[in-house]
Nanobody
Framework: QVRLVESGGGLVQPGGSLTLSCVAS????????MSWYRRTPGEGREFVAR????????????EYADSVQGRFQISRDSKKRGVYLQMNDAKVNDTAVYFC???????????????WGQGIQVTVSS
């Protein structure tokens, strides 16, 4: 019954912008950190960004891979049960299948649990 559903992928030109969305169901959303990963044929699945969250925090704490630092922005919305990835100044090597991931906080009953979306294609090309 756990579902992470990504949307917003597609084709974008180099230098352009695109926003990915992920909505979660079947989990206690505030017990999870929410992250984005990506996979390409030549590389394994790699970390992109994470919105780290613990109960009581006003806002999630973002962290980014060096390759996207300064270009991508991750955000989290508890009410909408969603995590979003705004991709700016897109580069050709950002082309990949992007995956939404829910990672259980060690301070909750969700500790040790990880869930993945099925992935969504992003293609950066002129």
């Amino acid at each position: 019954q756990v579902r992470l559903v990504e949307s917003g992928g597609g084709l974008v030109q180099p230098g352009g912008s695109l926003t990915l969305s992920c909505v979660a169901s079947g989990i206690v959303f505030d017990s999870y950190h929410m992250s984005w990963y990506r996979r390409t044929p030549g590389e394994g699945r790699e970390f992109v960004a994470r919105a780290r969250y613990e109960r009581g925090m006003r806002e999630a704490i973002p962290e980014y891979a060096d390759s996207v630092q300064g270009r991508f922005q991750i955000s989290r919305d508890s009410k909408k049960r969603g995590v979003y990835l705004q991709m700016n100044d897109a580069k050709v090597n950002d082309t990949a299948v992007y995956f939404c991931c829910a990672e259980g906080s060690i301070y909750t009953n969700a500790r040790g649990r990880t869930y993945w979306g099925q992935g969504i294609q992003v293609t950066v090309s002129s």
